[in-house]
């Protein structure tokens, strides 16, 4: 039995025998030193052959900032997802403010332009 760290994934199987590993062995550290990135996140984790570190500081901010970019991207897609109760409340006052913009001449507002006007603000 041998602990067994996944090359692209980076996950940890510990005590667990080559025979019983889901991929071939060669996908694994067999054994892997975790001392550099103790207490860590994996998604910090930086694989070489057969080294395990942990990414310097600016490597890890843009970590960070991609998965907020990405949280922000899944929040303002739930806009696109039928029967849900956040699209309809959106949709009402999409439809609310374009009937004052008609009273107004100006032209109607998509669910696109709303959509984006919400990833627009989560950024700010």
Known sequence: MSDFLHR???QYLPSTSAAS????VANYIEHPDLSAVAGQPSQYWTING???SLMPQAERDA?????????R???ANELDRVEDVMRAFALVVLDEINALRTLHGLP?????Q???GVRGKLDS
């Not at 970590?63 to 949280?71: G, I, N, T």
């Open 108 to 112: 109607a507002r998509t669910i696109a």
């Open 50 to 52: 057969d080294v395990v």
């Open 63 to 71: 970590v960070d900032a991609q998965v907020l970019s990405d949280q």
């Open 21 to 24: 590993l889901p991929e071939p």
């Open 73 to 75: 991207d899944a929040m």
């Open 8 to 10: 692209t994934t980076k």
């Open 114 to 116: 709303l959509k984006n």
